[in-house]
T-cell receptor
Framework: NAGVTQTPKFQVLKTGQSMTLQCAQD?????MSWYRQDPGMGLRLIHY???????DQGEVPNGYNVSRSTTEDFPLRLLSAAPSQTSVYFC?????????????FGQGTRLTVV | DAKTTQPTSMDCAEGRAANLPCNHS???????VYWYRQIHSQGPQYIIH???NNETNEMASLIITEDRKSSTLILPHATLRDTAVYYC????????????FGDGTTLTVKP
């Protein structure tokens, strides 16, 4: 198992550009979610999905879109990048129905918007 | 999910036990206590979780008070590699994808 894989690891964007952060998991997890982490702060939930075809907003969804066409993939789209979106982005996945529903995290994508 | 309160930072001597407290006075009956840690901006890593009883695994022990309003994560023999930010999270068991991370406790293990 590769676990949760995020690509790219690093990215620099110009203000106004768009891009997609990729997240894939091979554990057949129902739940997938995206967080952002600003320097010195905890993680904040952007969007999450409870299964293929179902997504919902988290705490800080503005400026981001998601879709979940397959169980394995949960891409995060930045529509028009802004400097305020400079952050480290983490993708996570987990089961929903088992007792031990720990979340598994990817290694992060470090995004800089200039 | 219930709110948690953790100290901002703690130090521990290498080889000694590290005891990290967490207050969660508004915890509901169906909410679990989860602990994660984040080493040097890597992705958070699951450590342990519990509902009412104390729990132990290969990484740590979790002590939950009888009224469930607070808990303590214990790293029995801290090493330099345990230096990290430790997050205490309280949530229902089927809501892992919506975990609310606070600012956590920065544990520094010193030689």
């Amino acid at each position: 198992n590769a676990g949760v894989t995020q690509t790219p690891k690093f990215q620099v964007l110009k203000t106004g550009q768009s891009m997609t952060l990729q997240c894939a998991q091979d554990m057949n997890h129902e739940y997938m979610s995206w967080y952002r982490q600003d320097p010195g702060m905890g993680l904040r939930l952007i969007h999450y999905s409870v299964g293929a075809g179902i997504t919902d907003q988290g705490e800080v969804p503005n400026g981001y879109n998601v879709s979940r066409s397959t169980t394995e993939d949960f891409p995060l789209r930045l529509l028009s990048a802004a400097p305020s979106q400079t952050s480290v982005y983490f993708c996570a996945s987990s089961y929903t129905l088992l007792e031990n529903t720990e979340a598994f995290f990817g290694q992060g994508t470090r995004l800089t918007v200039v | 999910d219930a709110k948690t309160t953790q100290p901002t930072s703690m130090d521990c001597a290498e080889g000694r036990a590290a005891n990290l407290p967490c207050n969660h006075s508004t915890i509901s009956g169906n909410e679990y206590v989860y602990w994660y840690r984040q080493i040097h901006s890597q992705g958070p890593q699951y450590i342990i979780h519990g509902l009412k009883n104390n729990e132990t695994n290969e990484m740590a022990s979790l002590i939950i008070t009888e009224d469930r309003k607070s808990s303590t994560l214990i790293l029995p023999h801290a090493t330099l590699r345990d230096t990290a930010v430790y997050y205490c999270i309280v949530r229902v068991n089927t809501n892992a994808g919506k975990s609310t991370f606070g600012d956590g406790t920065t544990l520094t293990v010193k030689p």
